[in-house]
């Protein structure tokens, strides 16, 4: 088992800066790949950005692409997403999970443990 809990949502103007982070606690954290998926209001989950159990292959959204990005310290058995330059539509509650595939997936089925989920809200 994996339990990650998930901080530094909050409440930002358009353009400004967050940083989430996932701390897990449980089983081996760096076996396991992490991803941030994100839902806003009335809409589906949306993967947003993926990193491999060692750090070096990552993948985002197009959306969030040059702005967000996804990072690990596996001896802090942490996974951060830094977001810049955030837009409204940015909103959503931002969740992290873990995948024992290893490697980076964009399909939330492939995601075994999930936190409780931060909110972020971007005002214009």
């Known amino acids: 088992q994996v339990q990650l809990v998930e901080s530094g949502g909050g409440l930002v103007q358009a353009g400004g800066s967050l940083r989430l982070s996932c701390a897990a606690s449980g089983r081996i954290f760096s076996s396991y790949a992490m991803g941030w998926f994100r839902r806003a209001p009335g809409k589906e989950r949306e993967f947003v950005a993926g990193?491999?159990?060692?750090?070096?292959?990552?993948h985002s959204a197009d959306s969030v692409k040059g702005r967000f990005t996804i990072s690990r310290d596996n001896a802090k058995n942490t996974v951060y997403l830094q977001m810049n330059s955030l837009k409204p539509e940015d909103t959503a509650i931002y969740y992290c999970?873990?995948?024992?595939?290893?490697?980076?997936?964009?399909?939330?089925?492939?995601?075994?443990?999930w936190g409780q989920g931060t909110q972020v809200t971007v005002s214009s």
């Open positions: 999970a873990a995948s024992e595939y290893q490697f980076v997936t964009l399909d939330s089925d492939e995601y075994d443990y």
């Open positions: 990193i491999n159990w060692s750090g070096v292959s990552t």
